[in-house]
């Protein structure tokens, strides 16, 4: 039970009209779901756990919602102040998700979803790494940074597909799971090159 005013469906609709809302990522978190259902088939992740990435990803931006336009749609360098309430957003999104009584596999993997592979990144760096971070959200921190590369926001101009993978892999190992990269790489790229298991190395 939850005395939450959101549910899924509440939280799905604020995702979409945060998205709307700013002009530069008017479809942002459906991208995210897009490309991450593409890794999930590529790793022969299928029903529940398919289903429950796909919705963590459609709603991974909801703490949004407590950063006004001054932040979110600055043009200038965010300040040191601004930096850590944007940080905020993952934490936040995941209590909303949390609060609205949805799966715990779905809050960890919002929560986590901005924690490097090497156990840097945020909210709680030091916490996890490496593979004890969530699938789901070691597969959003690869398209959601790759669907903000090949997007324009008030900060910076989009780059090319071939420059955004380029620097997918130079974060690999670092940033990102290495697997997951070769998985998405070879998913825009055309062809997943045949299923991969999900407990290969990346689950």
């Excluded at 005395?3 to 809302?21: F, G, H, P, T, V």
């Excluded at 008017?26 to 490309?35: D, F, G, K, R, T």
């Excluded at 299928?46 to 979110?72: F, N, Q, S, Y």
Aim: hydrophobic letters at 40%; a positive charge; glycine letters at 6%.
């Amino acid at each position: 039970m939850t005395n939450s005013i959101y549910n899924l469906s509440k939280l799905k609709e604020l995702a979409r009209r945060l998205d709307r809302e700013n002009n530069y990522t008017p479809c942002h978190s459906e991208n995210v779901a897009n490309l991450a259902m593409e890794i999930c088939r590529a790793l022969n992740i299928r029903g529940k756990k398919k289903d429950m990435i796909i919705t963590a990803c459609l709603i991974h931006d909801i703490g949004k919602i407590a950063m006004g336009p001054e932040v979110l749609l600055k043009h200038e360098r965010l300040s040191a102040a601004e930096s850590l309430k944007i940080k905020l957003h993952a934490l936040i999104s995941a209590r909303l998700a949390k609060q609205a009584g949805l799966d715990n596999a779905i809050v960890e993997t919002i929560y986590y979803h901005h924690v490097w592979f090497n156990g840097n990144g945020y909210p709680d760096a030091a916490y996890k790494k490496g593979t004890r971070i969530p699938i789901g959200a070691r597969i959003m921190a690869v398209c959601d940074a790759y669907d903000t590369m090949v997007s324009s926001r008030a900060y910076k101009e989009k780059i090319p597909k071939e420059e955004a993978i380029k620097e997918l892999q130079k974060n690999s190992i670092k940033q990102f799971d290495p697997k997951i990269v070769e998985i998405f790489i070879k998913a825009v790229n055309g062809g997943n090159g045949g299923q991969v298991s999900a407990e290969s190395g990346s689950a």
